[in-house]
């Protein structure tokens, strides 16, 4: 199968740490836009020993290249434009999250997939984490009987961000971008869907990053009755042990199961019990990968991609607008 | 000064662990509701080396004995009607949570309080934890700066609860009853005042507790721009290490600062530390005899109790009606 790739804004990483395992795949095209860093994903690719062509233009490269998955990092707010160009073409899409920017976006990039046969996956990189992909495992297998209640957690040191972060227009908000994973994490545990959404942000003391949202949280209630909640922010110091203290504890009928410092907390009827969870049997783009082949389902496809975005801008317009949605009355 | 005690409900063992350090205290009455137990509070008044009356009547009580101050730990339902009677006899009220279980009692309390000059104090029982105690001296230090974004945590065992908690009408609801010190935390670490109230509930799966809610989880906005929310549960297995899984994390502008497991987490400009608080120089029952003496503020007052208990209140009446509630607009 022919991959091409645009960009390395974010989690590009995620296709290259792949390729090893996929010998069925070969990189043929590279587009970088005008501001991140082709030089990278070039050198990257030629690591892997592979010579692909080099792009100035998008839609040129899918119509010359012709390829069965696209792997789209660029610019955020083009991330919709690219998945509906090769999603009208057939082209597989893995994209960064999000895929869109606002519901208008997402509605269009739906309505082309619906017209087709190609899959998309996208938002859901963090389901792949050994600590959460491990939980998840031992909450299937009912190690805390049935779930009542969530705190999903997303801490991230801010760090010096690019320019294109300052701007809604071109970020897209911090929740949809930063909380994604939470509201993505709480879906999954509870394999529900939501019901009401109520949140809040604050773009005050964010260390002249313009428009960025510095903390937001966000209270949930599922079709399950399963009460959730999400905290998000850039407030972890920078010389705090890592990057992101991504946090999820999940309280059911017969146990709380909590994945904090990597590291999975599960008390049940014998008392607590710290985990140190295996490697996932898992990647996320060769996951993706054997769907399209038909050698196994992934963990996510477009319908809960699609679902996750739009419950990440509708929690986005809950907080801008300070009021409380039903998804029953949308 | 005289003092007077009321059932063993709850948290009568804060008036009883600050009688050896109070020898200007002098316990000269006891009245127990006839389904408490008496017998207990009675044997600990004996061990303390005093020979209380034992009253079969409240009022009787209080017209015999006269105290300075009572210490009310009977029924839930009975906490606003003897509040009010002490009060309005120029006694000073130690009072277990909440204080009223309708916001109706709340002002009749408030209103009778603001007619003499008794002292009250309630629901802040928490606030004099080692590391909640220790945890708020660092955070107003400056040890994270300004602070953005709370989340408070309380997580009890279910246990075999006495029938009274079975009934909205004698129990008041889980937010005002464990949800309380979430909120008071809260109010107290950020320094300001409700703005918006968003809280969810679930009494499904509460093991035939009736109407006992097993969860909760609140979303608030203060005055001052902070974001905070609280998470509330009866889901803590029986097997787990300790009752509770009492939490705070606080993030602000120059670290964060977590109170987990009776230990303080701080990160800031130098690191990740693990602090062991020290034994407060405080016990919350003395803290009040000492202001009542004019000897140093507690660290709470009247004032705070009662937008404590309206707050819990009123976040109870959000979950009841899931329904936002603006406090400008009340």
Redesign the interface.
């Known amino acids: 199968m022919k991959l091409c790739m645009v960009g390395a804004w974010g989690h590009s990483i995620y296709t290259l740490e792949s390729l090893p395992d996929l010998p069925e795949i070969e990189l043929t095209g590279l587009y970088s836009g005008n501001t991140d860093s082709p030089g990278c994903l070039l050198a990257e690719s030629q690591k892997l020993g592979f010579t692909p062509h080099v792009y100035a233009d998008y839609v040129a490269m899918l119509d010359t290249e012709n390829p069965d998955i696209v792997s789209i990092d660029g610019r955020f707010d083009e991330h919709a434009f690219m998945c509906i160009e090769a999603l009208r073409r057939g082209i597989h899409v893995f994209c960064e999250k999000p895929i869109a920017l606002t519901l208008s976006d997402l509605e269009k990039i739906e309505e082309v997939w619906k017209g087709g046969s190609a899959k998309l996956i996208s938002m859901v990189g963090l389901r792949y984490d050994p600590a959460m992909y491990h939980a998840h495992k031992l909450v299937e297998q009912g190690a805390i009987g ?1 779930i ?2 969530i ?1 999903a ?1 997303k ?1 991230y040191r801010l760090g010096i961000r690019p320019e294109h972060f300052k701007k809604r227009s071109t970020y897209g908000g911090t929740i949809p971008w930063v909380g994604s994973h939470a509201l993505d994490w709480i879906l999954w545990f509870s394999g529900s869907s939501f019901e ?1 959404i ?5 773009c ?2 964010n ?1 002249d990053n313009g428009e960025l949202e ?6 949930f ?1 599922m079709k399950s ?1 399963v ?3 999400a ?1 998000i ?1 850039y ?7 890592s990057h992101g ?1 991504d946090r999820v ?1 999940i ?6 199961i909590e994945v904090r410092g990597g590291k999975i907390i599960l ?6 019990q710290v985990i140190e969870p295996p490697v996932p049997d898992r990647k996320i783009f060769s996951d993706f990968v054997y769907d399209i082949e038909g050698k196994r389902p992934a963990l996510a496809d477009a319908r809960q991609t699609f679902d996750l975005t739009r419950a990440c801008l509708l929690t986005q317009k809950s907080a801008d607008e ?3 949605i039903h998804f029953s009355a949308l």
């Not at 510095?214 to 209270?219: E, V």
């Not at 407030?235 to 042990?241: E, G, I, Q, S």
């Not at 008390?267 to 607590?272: F, M, T, V």
């Open positions: 049935k009542k209640l705190y957690q801490s009401t109520f949140a809040t942000q604050s005050e003391d260390f510095i903390a937001a949280q966000c209270l209630t009755g009460l959730a909640e905290s922010d407030l972890r110091p920078a010389a705090a042990p203290d504890r309280a059911g009928t017969s146990g709380v008390i049940d009827a014998a008392g607590e300070h009021a409380l």
